[in-house]
């Protein structure tokens, strides 16, 4: 049974940092390319970040966050993180890391899902 669970959510002030982590269980981890998305009140969900299997290979952001957020993993601990710097208030939202089924990018599809954390920025 695959499992994916986040956690380092919290409330923080604007301009401050949070780093999430997901660990992942009962997937080939170390082969799974993996994504992090949000979803803001009353808004779909949207991708944020995501990296190849290989760790130290490629990366996407969103526009929203380039030069803000910083996606990383670590095969042997089976965990993916998103290091969220400089924070705003539109950040607000509950993130999702998910494993990849399809796509890249904007166009990553998931096929399994953790039940995300809360990250709220007060300004």
């Known amino acids: 049974q695959v499992q994916l669970v986040e956690s380092g959510g919290g409330l923080v002030q604007a301009g401050g940092s949070l780093r999430l982590s997901c660990v992942a269980s009962?997937?080939?981890?170390?082969?799974?390319?993996m994504g992090w998305f949000r979803q803001a009140p009353g808004k779909e969900r949207e991708f944020v970040a995501c990296?190849?299997?290989?760790?130290?290979?490629?990366?996407d952001y969103a526009d929203s966050v380039k030069g803000r957020f910083i996606i990383s993993r670590d095969n042997v601990k089976k965990t993916v993180y998103l290091q969220m710097n400089s924070l705003k208030a539109e950040d607000t939202a509950v993130y999702y890391c998910a494993s990849r089924r399809t796509g890249w990018g904007p166009t990553f599809s998931g096929n399994y899902w953790g039940r995300g954390s809360q990250v709220t920025v007060s300004s």
């Open positions: 990296i190849n299997w290989d760790g130290g290979g490629a990366t």
């Open positions: 009962g997937l080939a981890f170390s082969v799974t390319t």
